[in-house]
């Protein structure tokens, strides 16, 4: 094989890893979104659940980061955690937590499923907290 054809194939490779990669970064940090549409919030992206109003329980906010014992199906990078963990106390829970360190954290239960949610910004989070309590309570 020839020097040339060798480093084409080298640049191939690379150009595809790096695709590849951003690709993967991309589907985990930009297409996670949360909104609220009607009676239901709404996770898009990776770890995508639609929660409607209705099914809400046992609402609180928590004023202190939650702490897991492990990750069972989710991503976990710097302060931003979506997907499926587990509690210190073993129990299962789906979060969607853009700011690990920024508490408060919403906690409820929907279908027999425990979730906890937080925004980029306790402002964001306790907004939230407001809509999803005036809602349940309707």
């Given at each position: 094989m020839?020097?040339?054809?060798?480093?084409?194939?080298t640049i191939?490779?690379?150009?595809?890893?790096?695709?590849?990669l951003?690709?993967?970064f991309?589907v985990?940090?930009?297409?996670n979104?949360?909104?609220?549409?009607g009676?239901?919030?709404?996770?898009?992206?990776?770890?995508?659940?639609?929660?409607?109003?209705?099914?809400i329980?046992?609402?609180?906010?928590?004023?202190?980061?939650?702490?897991?014992?492990k990750?069972t199906?989710?991503?976990s990078?710097?302060?931003?955690?979506?997907g499926?963990?587990?509690?210190e106390?073993?129990?299962a829970?789906?979060?969607?937590?853009?700011k690990?360190?920024?508490?408060p954290?919403?906690?409820?239960?929907?279908?027999?499923?425990?979730?906890?949610?937080?925004?980029?910004?306790s402002?964001?989070t306790?907004?939230l907290?407001d809509?999803?309590?005036?809602?349940?309570?309707?």
């Amino acid at each position: 094989m020839s020097k040339g054809l060798k480093i084409f194939i080298t640049i191939i490779i690379v150009a595809g890893i790096g695709i590849f990669l951003f690709f993967i970064f991309n589907v985990m940090f930009s297409i996670n979104k949360l909104s609220v549409e009607g009676d239901t919030i709404e996770i898009k992206g990776l770890y995508s659940k639609s929660i409607e109003f209705d099914s809400i329980q046992n609402l609180s906010l928590l004023e202190d980061s939650p702490v897991f014992s492990k990750r069972t199906n989710g991503s976990s990078v710097n302060e931003i955690k979506k997907g499926y963990f587990q509690l210190e106390d073993g129990s299962a829970v789906f979060v969607y937590i853009e700011k690990y360190e920024t508490p408060p954290f919403i906690k409820f239960t929907s279908i027999n499923e425990q979730i906890i949610i937080n925004l980029d910004s306790s402002d964001k989070t306790r907004n939230l907290y407001d809509e999803i309590k005036e809602k349940i309570s309707e």
